[in-house]
């Protein structure tokens, strides 16, 4: 059951005339943007992995055969007041104008030791229990620059901030390989993958995969509550006096206000242009770290950029996005450094909102509430949301190990 009349709550793409709709007060977008419905803005931007697990649950459930994806053209980071492209082989670590000629060499061999890591064999690890180890020891080990570390540790690793520099090395070592794992797989530009039409598709697909099993999507269904027994354990759902009876329910935190706290706000610019992001080679789709030491900030801030090449705006147009988990009331002001590196924009739009997690207990209520998205644009985080929820409602831990070359046929 949906409140909103489309698929996807927060998560949906949006036409031209919803987006005006949305945060215009009006259902007349300029003509000269073109046609609304080449537009699917996405309201939760954010890329995949090639790798990551998120492909693996779309290949495991056999939903990619409701969709199809892309390459995204480049990966960027913004370094020393400058938008570089991301290194992320040994031979890209020796072109990259980010490091002079000797860090090119340390950065190179530390590079080769994390693809050669295996956590399974001791004799990769160079000594080094990378379960106790801290980053910032195994770092210091090769005597990379923090400028370098700075790239390595937000841009392929993927850290929000730099608290993983005190925790143990594991962590980064593996988000590094799955960066690399994920570069690998297309030979393209960029780690990442995106969905033709916005990711509006992903919700979309899975409830058509959803009625394939005898599954029922109903949307527009205005106050939907949740109702509960004198046990305080979930009974069923009422919307405009219907009542469907469960057992159990699953929902995000707008539907269980009182179960959930607030733990942060996410800021976010929307903003229409004529251009690519200036400084990424013209890449019709890409994304741009911009690292918390960079900016000032507690932590990362992100652009995101996508074109009429994944079909989300006419040819011509560019749907891009800043994004930063807010640390004040006023996003204009705080996202001004993301905004500065686009250029020329046509329209612009600014959207908060908070962030949420779940505080009550499912196995007393049978209540599983997801956690807010965060301002990252990847899925890593999110897909660990929901893959622990699954767990919890069913009591088993998802098996993964598909074959990722089949991405549109996986065998259950």
Same mark, same amino acid.
């Given at each position: 059951m949906d409140r909103n009349d489309y698929y996807g709550g927060e998560s949906t793409s949006l036409n031209l005339i919803q987006l005006w709709k949305k945060f215009r007060n009006s259902d007349k977008p300029p003509a000269h943007l073109g046609s609304s419905r080449d537009y699917n803005v996405d309201m939760v931007p954010k890329f995949m992995m090639a790798n990551g697990t998120l492909v693996r649950v779309l290949i495991h459930t056999d939903v990619t055969k409701y969709m199809y994806f892309k390459a995204v053209d480049g990966s960027y980071v913004f370094n020393k007041g400058k938008v570089q492209k991301v290194p992320a082989t040994g031979m890209e670590a020796l072109k990259t104008p980010l490091m002079g000629l000797f860090e090119k060499r340390r950065a190179r061999k530390f590079f080769i030791y994390v693809h050669d890591y295996d956590e399974n064999d001791p004799k990769t690890h160079e000594g080094m229990d990378l379960t106790c180890v801290t980053t910032r020891k195994l770092i210091a080990k090769y005597g990379l620059s923090d400028n370098t570390i700075d790239f390595i540790g937000h841009a392929l690793a993927l850290h929000r901030d730099d608290r993983y520099l005190n925790e143990p090395a594991l962590d980064t070592v593996k988000r590094m390989k799955l960066y690399g794992e994920s570069f690998a797989r297309f030979q393209g530009g960029s780690p990442y993958i995106y969905p033709l039409y916005g990711l509006g598709e992903l919700p979309q697909a899975f409830a058509r995969l959803s009625a394939v099993y005898g599954g029922t999507y109903m949307l527009n269904k205005r106050e939907c509550k949740v109702k509960f027994n004198d046990e305080g354990q979930v009974i069923g759902v009422t919307s405009e006096g219907e009542t469907a009876k469960c057992k159990k329910v699953v929902c995000d935190p707008s539907y269980l206000p009182n179960k959930v706290r607030k733990i942060g706000k996410v800021?976010?610019?929307?903003? %229409?242009? !004529?251009?690519?992001?200036p400084n990424t080679s013209d890449s019709h789709s890409v994304q741009v770290i911009i690292p918390q030491k960079q900016s000032g900030r507690k932590s990362d801030m992100y652009l995101f950029c996508c074109s009429s090449s994944h079909k989300v705006a006419p040819k011509g147009k560019f749907i891009? *996005?800043?994004?930063?988990?807010?640390?004040? /009331?006023?996003?204009?002001?705080?996202?001004?450094?993301?905004? /500065?590196?686009?250029?020329?924009?046509?329209?612009? *739009? @600014?959207?908060? @909102?908070?962030? @949420?997690?779940? %505080?009550?207990?499912?196995?007393? /209520?049978?209540? *599983?509430? !997801?956690?807010? @998205? /965060?301002?990252?644009?990847? *899925?890593e985080s999110t897909v660990m949301d929901v893959l622990n929820i699954y767990t919890k409602i069913t009591g088993k831990v998802l098996d993964l190990s598909v074959d990722l070359s089949a991405a549109s046929a996986a065998e259950e």
């Open positions: 800021a976010r610019a929307i903003c %229409i242009m !004529s251009h690519p992001i891009a *996005f800043v994004s930063a988990e807010a640390e004040t /009331d006023k996003p204009e002001i705080e996202l001004k450094p993301g905004v /500065d590196l686009l250029g020329p924009i046509d329209e612009i *739009f @600014y959207d908060t @909102y908070d962030r @949420y997690e779940p %505080i009550n207990v499912p196995s007393l /209520d049978n209540c *599983f509430i !997801s956690t807010s @998205y /965060d301002a990252t644009t990847h *899925f």
